[in-house]
């Protein structure tokens, strides 16, 4: 009997699905964009994920092992509109091409379809394309490398422009690594993906993790990579690596390389940590700072919104670069100074500079698109006008400039490349102002470039024309004034006369010209060898002019990529020009000074005032209250550790903060807003300024607070600066106290650096008369009739409350509860130590309410009585007596 259980055999795919499926087997992990003709079709899985997130059609096409194939499309043209949202929502995208045409595919058979194949893989850190990146932000693609004995490694590079960092660090400090860059993606080998430090990193981290096989990760593959991406026989040229930071090289390189489907890398030389190093800022001081990243993860309310005035987006990425990797060099510190008081030294010179910079687009982007094989007629325009921008910047600049602007200035000036100024001229003679995106869609190569070229689009665009004056010169040649030169599906162009007049047509000499076709009831058609060559060349001319400005564009092309090394030069001094003019500007708006540079590790402002709190006090009208601080690590002429005090919304946080900042704003070679400032460099800021859980990793807010207690007690130098605000505040009172108290002690007497400690605990003020270099501060604040008035000055000694019943009042608590909460306070601060007076164990008997006397009634009701705006001058001295009258019997 037959075997009735068993299920019919699943049907063959056909050829197009067994295609689509071998490709997708290679990708899995992404979703496929697969070219047909005008559009990209997701199928299965991807097109119902793809439908849910770009709320998109869902249909289907076809069946597969007998179920209906989910499919989803996207226009072709209209792609990376919709490739922007897949990937901020966290997809990978495999974009898979027709390699050939149909024509092509039919060529080895009927049956055949059109060979497909994927030219790239668009991930977060991969991005290039302008409608993928914002313009003014940096792009970071990250990969992580570990040693045996647990060391660490990063490299670092973006794609959009070629750089290419290179650097070992121990694995503690890996977030402060990875945070010093505009993450947008980070890759870990498999191996590691359990490490402590990945899994740290993650918690913090925004940007998406991907995980690779550790093949990748060693030694002899990033020296491989690294010889072959680079085109040497060996690294010395390169400089010298140890063996992690080859590892970390080698996962990048193997990933760029995947993503780009075996596209040529494009990236520069990897660039080491600049000499002196870099002042080092860990995550959580990173957010509590909000340097370039708000608490609620904008870009609006950090320093870097508040600070830029960048005109150009490389500029802007640059100076966003510098304040998240301020420099621990004296000397490249000083030498932007130098570059920012040039130009704010002559107002009218750094406005015509920035004149000439504001027409200068992405350099650095454009180049790189045009490397890789995607970009556009625009990328080459953009590249003519910044090149020229910059010469005509450079001509601005004049002489006797400090050494950073006139290397500036010599690279702009183009005298040692005279090609990139060739170059740079002739796309501005060769493209046409207002170029289409694509260089397939023709159209952008500027008239009187090519004399071929023009002479085909001379075609093309009159070929009535040229027809007009052939059909007059025929005419003219045969004596037959009915004579027309006509077209149709059939003949093409052909020439007809009528009927009567063709015989002398048919006979020497004009035969030998003219060619009969066709003979009608009333007319005779014949063809010339220069008709039918006409005829040819006007139906070719529109694929030759496309095809001539497509060959003019990868000439051009061609030339971009040879200069590569010389174009990302000029690029990165535009984006040098850019910052320095920027920090000028930003000076002069807001008052900041050059900083001065120590070589002992000292801290003196006057005058010295929070930048982004100011801006937002002058949007409303309002002004900021400067303070002065002064820091001294060798505790001689100044105290190195600042017990801070004073109420709540005084301004404790804002003081603390904008200290931090300073250090930051002067190691990035920016001004600082004071009236004058002296810094000795820091290795390292540290701030804990408030504190939230992190329930991801079942962390409540005291264990959040001690963490980051902990980092600074564990790692401050006597170099490094350091702000703490309420340390010991989220637990019980005596805890806290305990704890703050030996935080305290422990930066003073071991880590023994620049700090500032704000606290409500009062008792910690008595450790200025026990510590050899603390001093105390407070906010100052007044109490007027019962209400509290912040001052927001800075004073030398403890507060002598804290005021927080008035803060509570301000905050708006019932005046009941502010009343109740100022009898409880009475009766702790007579007895605190006493546990039976604490609310929780007795009640605290409420004062009566004072008696209102008759008296105080009669003066109340007599002022009440009183209409001051319309007393005369005798009336008003009559009121006066009679109150204190009964006042007086009162």
């Given amino acids: 009997m037959p075997d009735t259980a068993r299920p019919p055999a699943a049907a063959e795919p056909t050829p197009f699905m067994a295609?689509?499926?071998?490709?997708?087997?290679?990708?899995?992990?992404?979703?496929?964009?697969?070219?047909?003709?005008?559009?990209?079709?997701?199928?299965?899985?991807?097109?119902?994920?793809?439908?849910?997130?770009?709320?998109?059609?869902?249909?289907?096409?076809?069946?597969?092992?007998?179920?209906?194939?989910?499919?989803?499309?996207?226009?072709?043209?209209?792609?990376?509109?919709?490739?922007?949202?897949?990937?901020?929502?966290?997809?990978?995208v495999a974009v898979c091409e027709q390699m050939e045409s149909p024509a092509e595919a039919k060529k080895r058979g009927s049956k055949s379809i059109v060979q497909r194949g994927v030219v790239r893989i668009v991930t977060p850190g991969t991005?290039?394309?302008?409608?993928?990146?914002?313009?003014?932000?940096?792009?970071?693609?990250?990969?992580?490398?570990?040693?045996?004995?647990?060391?660490?490694?990063?490299?670092v590079c973006d794609v959009s422009t070629?750089?290419?960092?290179?650097?070992?660090?121990?694995?503690?400090?890996?977030?402060?690594?990875?945070?010093?860059?505009?993450?947008?993606?980070?890759?870990?080998?498999?191996?590691?993906?359990?490490?402590?430090?990945?899994?740290?990193?993650?918690?913090?981290?925004?940007?998406?993790?991907?995980?690779?096989?550790?093949?990748?990760?060693?030694?002899?593959?990033?020296?491989?990579?690294?010889?072959?991406?680079?085109?040497?026989?060996?690294?010395?040229?390169?400089?010298?690596?140890?063996?992690?930071?080859?590892?970390?090289?080698?996962?990048?390189?193997?990933?760029?390389?995947?993503?780009?489907?075996?596209?040529?890398?494009?990236?520069?030389?990897?660039?080491?940590?600049?000499?002196?190093?870099?002042?080092?800022?860990d995550p959580a001081t990173r957010a509590s700072l909000e340097i370039d990243r708000s608490i609620s993860g904008g870009r609006d309310g950090t320093l870097l919104a508040v600070i830029d005035r960048t005109v150009t987006a490389p500029g802007a990425r640059l100076l966003g670069a510098r304040l998240g990797r301020p420099s621990r060099s004296i000397a490249e510190i000083t030498s932007r100074y130098d570059a920012v008081s040039y130009l704010l030294a002559d107002m009218r010179l750094l406005e015509d500079v920035r004149l000439q910079l504001k027409t200068a687009p992405d350099l650095e982007r454009a180049c790189m698109r045009l490397n890789l094989g995607r970009g556009g007629p625009r990328d080459l325009l953009a590249l003519s006008k910044a090149v020229l921008?910059?010469?005509?910047?450079?001509?601005?600049?004049?002489?006797?400039?400090?050494?950073?602007?006139?290397?500036?200035?010599?690279?702009?000036?183009?005298?040692?490349?005279?090609?990139?100024?060739?170059?740079?001229?002739?796309?501005?003679?060769?493209?046409?102002?207002?170029?289409?995106?694509?260089?397939?869609?023709?159209?952008?190569?500027?008239?009187?470039?090519?004399?071929?070229?023009?002479?085909?689009?001379?075609?093309?665009?009159?070929?009535?024309?040229?027809?007009?004056?052939?059909?007059?010169?025929?005419?003219?040649?045969?004596?037959?004034?009915a004579l027309k030169v006509k077209f149709n599906n059939v003949l093409g162009y052909f020439i007809e006369v009528p009927a009567a007049k063709a015989d002398p047509m048919m006979r020497a000499p004009l035969s030998s010209d003219f060619i009969h076709r066709q003979t009608m009831a009333g007319a005779v058609r014949f063809s010339t060898h220069e008709l039918a060559d006409i005829a040819g060349r006007i139906s070719r001319a529109d694929d030759e002019a496309k095809a001539r400005e497509i060959a003019i564009f990868e000439a051009l092309c061609s030339r971009t990529e040879e200069l590569a090394g010389p174009l990302a030069i000029v690029a990165a001094a535009l984006a040098e020009l850019d910052v320095a003019a920027s920090n000028a500007v930003w000076a002069d708006e807001s008052g900041a000074v050059r900083p001065e540079l120590d070589a002992r590790p000292v801290f003196e402002a006057k005058g010295l005032r929070h930048p982004v709190v100011e801006a937002a006090l002058r949007r409303d009208g309002k002004?900021?209250?400067?303070?002065?601080?002064?820091?001294?690590?060798?505790?001689?002429?100044?105290?190195?550790?600042?017990?801070?005090?004073?109420?709540?919304?005084?301004?404790?946080?804002?003081?603390?903060?904008?200290?931090?900042?300073?250090?930051?704003?002067a190691q990035s070679g920016a001004f600082v807003p004071a009236s004058s400032f002296r810094l000795g460099l820091a290795d390292r800021v540290f701030s804990r300024v408030g504190a939230s859980d992190d329930?991801?990793?079942?962390?409540?807010?005291?264990?959040?607070?001690?963490?980051?207690?902990?980092?600074?007690?564990?790692?401050?130098?006597?170099?490094?600066?350091v702000i703490l605000d309420e340390v010991g505040r989220g637990t019980a009172t005596w805890d806290g106290l305990a704890i703050a108290w030996a935080a305290a002690e422990h930066l003073h007497d071991t880590n023994k650096c620049r700090a500032i400690f704000a606290t409500h605990y009062h008792e910690l003020t008595d450790l200025a008369g026990r510590l050899s270099a603390a001093s105390n501060a407070s906010l100052k604040a007044r109490e007027w009739k019962?209400?509290?008035i912040f001052l927001h000055e800075v004073q030398p000694g403890p507060a002598d409350r804290s005021y927080g019943v008035q803060v509570a009042k301000l905050a708006g608590l019932p005046r009941s509860a502010v009343s109740r909460a100022g009898q409880i306070l009475k009766k702790l601060e007579a007895g605190p130590s006493a546990s039976e007076n604490l609310p929780l164990f007795a009640m605290v008997a409420?004062?009566?309410?004072?008696?209102?006397?008759?008296?105080?009634?009669?003066?109340?009701?007599?002022?009440?009585?009183?209409?001051?705006?319309?007393?005369?001058?005798?009336?008003?001295?009559?009121?006066?007596?009679?109150?204190?009258?009964?006042?007086?019997?009162?």
């Fill in 19 to 92: 295609q689509y499926l071998s490709i997708k087997s290679q990708h899995s992990d992404a979703l496929l964009f697969f070219r047909m003709g005008d559009f990209y079709e997701l199928f299965f899985e991807d097109a119902v994920e793809a439908a849910r997130i770009l709320d998109i059609t869902l249909t289907a096409r076809g069946e597969h092992d007998g179920q209906p194939i989910p499919m989803a499309g996207v226009p072709f043209h209209a792609a990376e509109g919709y490739l922007a949202r897949l990937i901020k929502a966290g997809c990978r």
């Fill in 127 to 155: 991005l290039t394309e302008d409608a993928l990146l914002p313009a003014r932000q940096g792009q970071a693609l990250a990969a992580i490398a570990f040693s045996g004995a647990g060391d660490a490694a990063i490299a």
């Fill in 162 to 281: 070629g750089a290419f960092d290179l650097a070992a660090i121990p694995a503690a400090r890996l977030g402060e690594a990875l945070l010093a860059w505009p993450l947008s993606e980070l890759v870990v080998a498999q191996e590691d993906a359990d490490r402590p430090a990945v899994q740290e990193a993650r918690g913090f981290l925004s940007a998406p993790v991907t995980e690779r096989p550790g093949r990748a990760a060693s030694a002899k593959a990033g020296e491989a990579l690294l010889k072959d991406v680079f085109g040497i026989a060996a690294l010395d040229s390169l400089g010298e690596f140890s063996r992690v930071e080859l590892a970390a090289a080698g996962l990048l390189l193997d990933y760029v390389r995947l993503t780009q489907a075996g596209a040529p890398i494009r990236l520069r030389a990897p660039r080491r940590p600049e000499a002196g190093g870099l002042l080092l800022i």
């Fill in 389 to 481: 921008s910059g010469a005509e910047a450079s001509g601005v600049l004049g002489t006797n400039l400090p050494p950073r602007l006139a290397d500036v200035a010599r690279t702009l000036g183009l005298s040692d490349t005279p090609s990139v100024r060739a170059l740079a001229e002739d796309i501005a003679r060769a493209i046409s102002d207002a170029p289409p995106m694509l260089a397939r869609d023709g159209g952008f190569v500027a008239e009187g470039w090519d004399a071929s070229l023009d002479e085909v689009r001379s075609l093309r665009d009159g070929s009535r024309r040229v027809i007009a004056e052939l059909q007059a010169k025929y005419a003219d040649q045969t004596g037959i004034a």
């Fill in 623 to 665: 002004g900021f209250t400067a303070n002065d601080l002064v820091l001294d690590a060798d505790g001689q002429s100044a105290p190195r550790f600042l017990l801070v005090t004073g109420p709540n919304m005084a301004g404790k946080s804002t003081y603390l903060r904008q200290s931090a900042l300073a250090v930051i704003l």
């Fill in 695 to 721: 329930l991801a990793r079942g962390r409540s807010t005291f264990m959040v607070e001690m963490v980051e207690t902990a980092a600074i007690l564990n790692q401050a130098t006597p170099e490094s600066f």
């Fill in 786 to 788: 019962q209400d509290l």
């Fill in 846 to 890: 409420e004062d009566p309410a004072p008696e209102i006397s008759q008296e105080s009634s009669a003066l109340a009701e007599a002022v009440a009585a009183a209409d001051p705006d319309n007393l005369t001058p005798r009336e008003a001295l009559d009121l006066v007596y009679r109150l204190k009258d009964i006042a007086r019997s009162s």
